[in-house]
């Protein structure tokens, strides 16, 4: 055999021996075609590569490069949203988790609320609040003064700023509850005079505000009420009407429908904001001394000498009698819409359930008793006030004292608190509708006759403040 056969054979054998990583052999018709062999080293073992002109690098190697320098996949216009929808759900899931304790106080604070109104609407809501008020500092208690005559009436605004009162000398005066300045002045004006005095001419006996602080009205010894602006004590109209001195007022909470009451025995019923007379109801045997209402179409009244309690049922045309006191029954107040407070001048006080014809209890000789000449006469009753579907309420009489109850359990009981020394007549108690503070409108006689006449009193207003055990307590913690 010739020798270049044996060159070929020999080539043949060692391609045959170069393993996987040969290039891969020529396809037909390129048999001619000549290869060059590049070597690389590795270290030291050699890799042979061979490549040849006719034919084109194979892409395997290249490809497979490549796909380790891309990513995984490549992310769709789809895709993207969706991505950044979830991650802007996952960041509301978190700011949602970081707010769920507030957002649960807050629903724990609306169900509350939602749950006091529903009790209120049907009488059963009672804060228990009395427990933690503390007996006022005597240096805490205020006295604004501006009138020559004994107070007879006065309301607190419903954002508790101020104060406004009326007395025998005809005035109203709108005070500033922290600064105790006056804010207005409506002078009272001499009898004769109603043609072209603006205001009152007769000493005024009651007042009421609406809760939304709109209008004030005033009633008064002439048979009249007066409506105000009272922002500005702006004189808007009046409403005759009445037979005798008109002796309660009071509008029905969330309206500015007018309830009044006079001492010729008849309730009538007005709409302030049209200006309009509504009607006339009539029951009581002797001269109505009070009257109040809250949010239901009711309004209740305490029948002086006739000895009786009348619940109004305005829509029903119909009213509810009540048996009690042994004396003339002279001031009421509602605590809620099933309860209420008396006064009488038999020096008892009665606490009374719209269900029940008997008074629920009876405290008898409330203030004590004096002594005129050889008989003891009990002081009487001038002035109840009780904060609003709580247990905390008050009565004012002549023994230089307001005296603070505590109603029990269903209002089944009566227990005094504490008492504040306040000289002269008590004609007038209201809380604030927080319960913060009470009123007291003080004068030298009683708001309905000149019975009596305590020298030593001062005609005024005391501010007294009721300040709670925990406030006391943080009080001191900050000192």
Same mark, same amino acid.
């Given at each position: 055999?010739? @020798?270049?056969?044996?060159?070929?054979?020999?080539?043949?054998?060692?391609?045959?021996?170069?393993?996987?990583?040969?290039?891969?052999?020529?396809?037909?018709?390129?048999?001619?075609?000549?290869?060059?062999?590049?070597?690389?080293?590795?270290?030291?073992?050699? !890799? #042979?590569?061979?490549?040849?002109?006719?034919? $084109?690098?194979?892409?395997?190697?290249?490809?497979?490069?490549?796909?380790?320098?891309? $990513?995984?996949?490549?992310?769709?216009?789809?895709?993207? /949203?969706?991505?950044?929808?979830?991650?802007?759900?996952?960041?509301?899931?978190?700011?949602?988790?970081?707010?769920?304790?507030?957002?649960?106080?807050?629903?724990?604070?609306?169900?509350?609320?939602?749950?006091?109104?529903?009790?209120?609407?049907?009488?059963?809501?009672?804060?228990?609040?009395?427990?933690?008020?503390?007996?006022?500092?005597?240096?805490?208690?205020?006295?604004?003064?501006?009138?020559?005559?004994?107070?007879?009436?006065?309301?607190?605004?419903?954002?508790?700023?101020?104060?406004?009162? =009326?007395?025998?000398?005809?005035?109203?005066?709108?005070?500033?509850?922290?600064?105790?300045?006056?804010?207005?002045?409506?002078?009272?004006?001499?009898?004769?005079?109603?043609?072209?005095?603006?205001?009152?001419?007769?000493?005024?006996?009651?007042?009421?505000?609406?809760?939304?602080?709109?209008?004030?009205?005033?009633?008064?010894?002439?048979?009249?009420?007066?409506?105000? #602006?009272? #922002?500005?004590?702006?004189?808007? *109209?009046?409403?005759?009407?009445?037979?005798?001195?008109? @002796?309660?007022?009071?509008?029905?909470?969330?309206?500015?429908?007018?309830?009044?009451?006079?001492?010729?025995?008849?309730?009538?019923?007005?709409?302030? =904001?049209?200006?309009?007379?509504?009607?006339?109801?009539?029951?009581?045997?002797?001269?109505?001394?009070?009257?109040?209402?809250?949010?239901?179409?009711?309004?209740?009244? =305490?029948?002086?000498?006739?000895?009786?309690?009348?619940?109004?049922?305005?829509?029903?045309?119909?009213?509810?009698?009540?048996?009690?006191?042994?004396? @003339?029954?002279?001031?009421?107040?509602?605590?809620?819409?099933?309860?209420?407070?008396?006064?009488?001048?038999?020096?008892?006080?009665?606490?009374?359930?719209?269900?029940?014809?008997?008074?629920?209890?009876?405290? /008898? /000789?409330?203030?004590?008793?004096?002594?005129?000449?050889?008989?003891?006469? $009990?002081?009487?009753?001038?002035?109840?006030? =009780?904060?609003?579907?709580?247990?905390?309420?008050?009565?004012?009489?002549?023994?230089?004292?307001?005296?603070?109850?505590?109603?029990?359990?269903? *209002?089944?009981?009566?227990? $005094?608190?504490?008492?504040?020394?306040?000289?002269?007549?008590?004609?007038?108690?209201?809380? @604030?509708?927080?319960?913060?503070?009470?009123?007291?409108?003080?004068?030298?006689?009683?708001?309905?006759?000149?019975?009596?006449?305590? /020298?030593?009193?001062? !005609?005024?207003?005391?501010?007294?403040?009721?300040?709670?055990?925990?406030?006391?307590?943080?009080? #001191?913690?900050?000192?």
């Amino acid at each position: 055999m010739s @020798s270049s056969f044996f060159k070929k054979t020999k080539e043949k054998t060692k391609l045959g021996k170069r393993g996987r990583n040969a290039a891969a052999p020529t396809q037909k018709g390129d048999s001619g075609a000549k290869g060059k062999v590049q070597k690389k080293k590795h270290g030291s073992r050699y !890799n #042979e590569e061979i490549s040849s002109d006719s034919e $084109p690098e194979s892409p395997v190697v290249p490809k497979r490069k490549q796909t380790k320098e891309e $990513p995984e996949y490549d992310e769709t216009p789809q895709e993207k /949203k969706l991505r950044l929808a979830k991650l802007y759900l996952e960041q509301l899931k978190e700011e949602e988790e970081n707010k769920a304790e507030e957002d649960s106080f807050a629903t724990d604070l609306i169900a509350g609320r939602l749950q006091d109104d529903v009790l209120e609407q049907k009488g059963k809501l009672q804060r228990f609040i009395a427990k933690d008020v503390i007996v006022p500092d005597a240096s805490e208690i205020r006295m604004f003064r501006g009138h020559k005559l004994p107070i007879t009436c006065l309301v607190i605004t419903p954002d508790e700023k101020c104060i406004i009162s =009326a007395a025998k000398d005809c005035s109203i005066i709108k005070w500033d509850v922290k600064s105790g300045k006056k804010l207005h002045t409506i002078p009272g004006g001499r009898k004769g005079t109603e043609d072209r005095h603006v205001g009152h001419t007769a000493h005024i006996l009651c007042m009421a505000i609406s809760s939304d602080g709109k209008y004030l009205a005033t009633g008064d010894m002439n048979k009249l009420i007066m409506i105000w #602006e009272a #922002e500005t004590c702006k004189h808007l *109209y009046k409403f005759p009407g009445h037979k005798g001195p008109v @002796s309660g007022l009071s509008f029905r909470k969330g309206t500015h429908d007018l309830y009044s009451a006079s001492q010729d025995r008849s309730v009538k019923v007005w709409n302030v =904001a049209e200006n309009a007379y509504v009607e006339t109801l009539f029951g009581h045997q002797d001269s109505i001394t009070g009257l109040d209402s809250l949010s239901r179409e009711r309004c209740v009244t =305490a029948g002086g000498r006739d000895g009786t309690v009348r619940v109004w049922k305005i829509i029903e045309e119909s009213q509810l009698v009540f048996h009690g006191h042994a004396g @003339s029954i002279d001031c009421i107040q509602l605590i809620n819409e099933e309860h209420m407070i008396t006064g009488a001048d038999d020096g008892s006080v009665c606490l009374w359930s719209v269900n029940k014809k008997k008074p629920l209890t009876t405290v /008898k /000789k409330a203030h004590g008793c004096y002594s005129d000449t050889e008989l003891e006469q $009990p002081h009487w009753i001038s002035s109840v006030a =009780a904060v609003h579907n709580s247990d905390l309420v008050a009565s004012g009489s002549h023994n230089s004292n307001i005296q603070l109850w505590k109603c029990g359990h269903n *209002y089944r009981s009566l227990e $005094p608190l504490f008492s504040v020394p306040v000289s002269g007549f008590v004609n007038s108690l209201k809380f @604030s509708s927080s319960g913060q503070f009470l009123v007291a409108g003080v004068g030298q006689e009683h708001r309905l006759g000149r019975w009596w006449r305590l /020298k030593e009193a001062k !005609n005024g207003i005391y501010v007294i403040p009721l300040k709670r055990k925990r406030d006391q307590e943080a009080d #001191e913690t900050d000192d």
